[in-house]
């Protein structure tokens, strides 16, 4: 059995999760300054319709951008040393950080986009257009949310199946 630390592969990305992890952060704790710091920003966001999809967007690049990208990188290094063997595949650990990322960022695009074209809409429309002008670019959101669920179960079978067993192998 190969120690997981000797795939280099798997390595690099489980540090590109790290890298991921730091730049959303970043993203994320530069945002919520902004949307606090600075006034019209804070009152857009606050004040207009749809502006707290904004407010979501830079939720969701901190939940699933810092902080998952943070718990992904610790359990793709813990859990092989764990169990004492490598993860049960490396391609899709590839998946699951692309998938995961596309989705991501589909996701705070569209909801940022959502928040700001709601927003400037509903000076001069009624509720029941901003809603209409908002609708399909929720849809967006909605989509590449899937992709991130898509590519949390991956991870999340990725983790069992190395798990799986290892007490039937005399890891001790």
Aim: glycine share 8%.
């Amino acid at each position: 059995m190969s120690e997981p630390w000797e795939d280099r592969e798997y390595v690099r990305y489980t540090l590109w999760f790290v890298y991921a992890c730091i730049i959303y952060s970043i993203i994320g704790f530069s945002w919520g300054a902004l949307m606090g710091g600075i006034a019209d920003f804070r009152h857009f966001v606050d004040q207009r319709m749809h502006g707290n999809l904004i407010v979501r967007a830079h939720t969701h690049i901190n939940l699933l951008g810092w902080v998952e990208m943070a718990i992904f990188a610790a359990v793709y290094y813990i859990v092989p040393r764990l169990v004492r063997r490598p993860i049960h595949s490396v391609p899709l650990v590839k998946v699951h950080f692309w998938i995961h990322n596309l989705g991501l960022l589909g996701m705070v695009v569209f909801f940022t986009t959502a928040g700001v074209l709601g927003g400037m809409a509903s000076v001069t429309l009624s509720p029941a257009e901003v809603e209409e002008v908002v609708r399909p670019w929720l849809a967006l959101v909605g989509i590449f949310g899937s992709l991130v669920l898509l590519a949390n179960l991956v991870w999340a079978y990725n983790i069992f199946r190395t798990c799986a067993g290892w007490a039937r192998e005399g890891v001790r």
